[in-house]
């Protein structure tokens, strides 16, 4: 197995309508290397998280996108996501509620390691399962 960092995974999920090419020589090593089915590629949470953030903040693409992204690692049958499940889950909260994505995958990691809830300041994530707002006494 081998893993994979964030700007490589940027570079096989998205195309030049959300990202202009500018390294085509990068992008051809990605798809080289990324659609050898002799291989399996292993997508720590970190990764993903942070392709998240990336697609969503400064590349400001709508839920759709995001969950046809997520749906397209889902499927991948040479990519192994760390926690799976999680991603699953978080995929399906995503799509049901007005939360983050980021927020989703938080929570359902932390549900799925055993946390009853994971405390928060931010009340919109708050107002989502998985997440309880911490109260400061100021």
Known sequence: MIGIDTNILLRWLIDDSIWPDDNPGQ???????LNDDNQRFFVNSMVLHETLWILTKPFKQPKRVIIDILDRLLASSNVELQNREAVQAA???????????????IAEINTHSGCRTTFTFDKEAARTPGFELLKSKR
């Open 91 to 105: 995929m399906r909260s995503f799509s049901a509620l007005k939360s983050g994505v980021h927020d989703r995958l």
């Open 27 to 33: 992008t051809d090593a990605v798809s080289n290397l």
